[in-house]
């Protein structure tokens, strides 16, 4: 007994159409697949105060990577008295946003990362001023930056466009504070 006619072509159509689709398929998956891969982030640093430069990749997709954040946690230590702190790793994807947005690989320029509290209240009393009581240096959320090449003014533009946290302008040092605290500006 043999299918109606309508049968065997639909059947014919369903075939046909699930061979093509498969055929296509090596075809379609390697880029939809390579889109679909976490993309690294990275974050290049020297530092202001000592010799230390650092390149590397601190993500990958969604996932910090542990060991680059150790990494970075030493890196970032108070200069004064060397001491380690855990630094936010959001900081670095206001650092890898700014650069994004300002199209550059260039390396920041770190003033100051991690602030322990005797360095901190010990500068707070001989600055004349400019380093807060409750600075969020002294819980890792916060970075003093630069970025050589680029005008102070277009760095600081691009970390407010970011909308992350705080953004601080210091054109007399010639330096912008970032932080993961509330979006403000001064």
């Given amino acids: 007994m043999s299918a109606p006619p309508h049968a065997s072509r639909r059947s014919f159509l369903r075939r046909a159409a699930t061979l093509v689709v498969a055929s296509g398929l090596p075809v379609i998956s390697a880029p939809v697949l390579a889109g679909l891969r976490p993309q690294p982030r990275d974050v290049a640093l020297n530092h202001t105060h000592r010799p230390d430069r650092l390149s590397l990749v601190y993500a990958r997709g969604d996932q910090y990577l542990p060991p680059a954040l150790d990494k970075l946690n030493f890196f970032l230590r108070d200069h004064y008295t060397e001491n380690v702190g855990t630094m936010d790793p959001q900081l670095y994807d206001i650092l890898n946003q700014i650069s994004r947005l300002l199209k550059t690989d260039i390396p920041y320029d770190i003033i100051s990362g991690y602030r322990d509290p005797f360095t901190n209240e010990r500068l707070r009393t001989t600055r ?3 380093v807060a009581k409750r600075s969020l240096h002294m819980e890792g959320k916060a970075l003093d930056i630069r970025l050589p090449g680029v005008p102070l003014t277009e760095l600081r533009d691009a970390a407010l466009e ?3 946290g ?11 504070h ?5 979006v403000r500006s001064w």
């Fill in 128 to 130: 004349g001023g400019g």
């Fill in 162 to 164: 970011v909308n992350a």
């Fill in 178 to 182: 970032i932080d993961t605290g509330k």
């Fill in 166 to 176: 705080g953004v601080g302008y210091y054109p007399r040092s010639q330096f912008v």
